[in-house]
T-cell receptor, first 113, second 114 residues
């Protein structure tokens, strides 16, 4: 069965600092990988996705993620964090041809002004 | 372009009751998936509907059921509510045949079971 691991439950960064959120997936063949963001009490907003091609993908709000098959990772990065980025971030995997998204448990990001 | 909408926003029920949650898919989408997100957890897949039929199901009991209508909107029904059913219920729509199966989520319905 697919599984997604987000090792960090909570991360705190200063505004303007760089950010990296970690994600590891277990599905071996052809992962379809996604990062979503959830503000308190809200639904999920898609930040970016990877399914093939260039392993560095750009998303909205200045986020990017890099797919590394050798490490089974799909880490999310942002060079300079803004206070409005404070939210919970979820990594998800569907796998090629799958209808089901498998989510990690999420990483809560706090931003210090 | 209209995004995914869900109703109601919040709902309070008592144990043993039944509840119906509603979802309107994003315009142009024909597939709807439902997820349950317990407090502090990631969303868990309940089931997906395509062409008005269940297209796949996660590890949820039969008292969780659904419908999809010809306009691609959907309902999630939960019978015999239990305290553990308290959660945020998320609906996501997508387009079958889209090479990446990208799902777009609504704002959710917060269900509290007392």
């Amino acid at each position: 069965a697919q599984s997604v691991t987000q090792p960090d439950i909570h991360i705190t960064v200063s505004e303007g600092a760089s950010l990296e959120l970690r994600c590891n997936y277990s599905y071996g063949a052809t992962p379809y990988l996604f990062w979503y963001v959830q503000s308190p009490g809200q639904g999920l907003q898609l930040l970016l996705k990877y399914f093939s091609g260039d392993t560095l993908v750009q998303g909205i709000k200045g986020f990017e993620a890099e797919f590394k098959r050798s490490q089974s990772s799909f880490n999310l990065r942002k060079p300079s964090v803004h206070w409005s980025d404070a939210a919970e971030y979820f990594c998800a995997d569907s796998g090629a041809g799958s209808y089901q998204l498998t989510f990690g448990k999420g990483t809560k990001l706090s931003v210090i002004p | 372009e209209t995004g995914v909408t869900q109703s109601p926003t919040h709902l309070i029920k008592t144990r043993g009751q039944q509840v119906t949650l509603r979802c309107s898919s994003q315009s142009g989408h024909n597939t709807v998936s439902w997820y349950q997100q317990a407090l502090g957890q990631g969303p868990q897949f309940i089931f997906q509907y395509y062409r008005e039929e269940e297209n796949g199901r996660g590890n949820f009991p039969p008292r969780f059921s659904g419908l999809q209508f010809p306009n691609y909107s959907s309902e999630l029904n939960v019978n015999a509510l239990e305290l553990d059913d308290s959660a945020l219920y998320l609906c996501a729509s997508s387009l079958a045949g889209d090479s990446t199966d990208t799902q777009y989520f609504g704002p959710g319905t917060r269900l509290t079971v007392l």
